[in-house]
């Protein structure tokens, strides 16, 4: 099981870019990398899912190093709405279960 | 679109009582999961079902129980209930991609309260 470390806070500005980084060592070969975006008392919502190099979707960007071993969820242009708790996921491989770590509490402010 | 649907969205209960939280996946969706979420915890996995029948289990309680009945809703059973079990239970539904991962929905969950 691929142990995740990522910073507990991060502040930001409305209109800015932010870059969230999880490190992963010890990820698996068939390991993919998720993130979760969780409002209070809200159920997790899926974000972004990678496997390599970088993925891009409607409200995210994830880069992947080749070593994989980290990633870097990338939001841009955060506004208000996207103060949040953001959690990466990795492995889990051949399970059913889906691991939360402590994730990144993201404070935008105006 | 039909999302993950869980019932009731909040309970009161008091120690030693028993609860029973429901859950109906997405339709087609073959994977269920329970979570519990603590206050100002991260989501902690309890366990999972794949076509109705247990797959993988977390941290759960032996006074808690779970199960996937045949038209795929889950109930998750909660005896003996302490003031820590005092938290956001989630729920969440997936369709099983042959051990790649896959993107789970979550409910929007059941507060429980117990007093």
């Known amino acids: 099981l691929a142990k995740t470390t990522q910073p507990i806070s991060m502040d930001s500005y409305e209109g800015q870019e932010v870059n969230i980084t999880c490190s992963h060592n010890n990820i698996a070969t068939n390991d993919y990398i998720t993130w979760y975006q969780q409002f209070p008392s809200q159920g997790p919502r899926f974000i972004i899912q990678g496997y390599k190099t970088k993925v891009t979707n409607e409200v995210a960007s994830l880069f992947i190093p080749a070593d994989r071993k980290s990633s870097t969820l990338s939001l841009p242009r955060v506004s208000l709405s996207d103060t949040a708790v953001y959690y990466c996921l990795v492995g889990d491989t051949g399970r059913r279960a889906l691991t939360f770590g402590s994730g990144t509490r993201l404070q935008v402010q105006p | 679109a039909a999302g993950v649907i869980q019932s009731p969205r909040h309970l009161i209960k008091e120690k030693r009582e028993t609860a029973t939280l429901k859950c109906y996946p997405i339709?087609?969706?073959?994977?269920v999961y329970w979570y519990q979420q603590g206050p100002g915890q991260d989501p902690q996995f309890l366990i999972s079902?794949?076509?109705?029948?247990?797959?993988d289990k977390g941290s759960i309680p032996d006074r808690f129980s779970a199960q996937q009945f045949s038209d795929y809703h889950s109930e998750l059973n909660m005896s003996s209930l302490e003031l820590g079990d005092s938290a956001l239970y989630f729920c969440?539904?997936?369709?099983?991609?042959?051990?790649?991962?896959?993107?789970?929905?979550f409910g929007q969950g059941t507060r429980l309260t117990v007093v």
């Open positions: 339709p087609r969706h073959d994977t």
């Open positions: 969440a539904s997936s369709l099983d991609r042959q051990g790649r991962d896959t993107e789970a929905f």
């Open positions: 079902f794949y076509e109705k029948m247990q797959s």
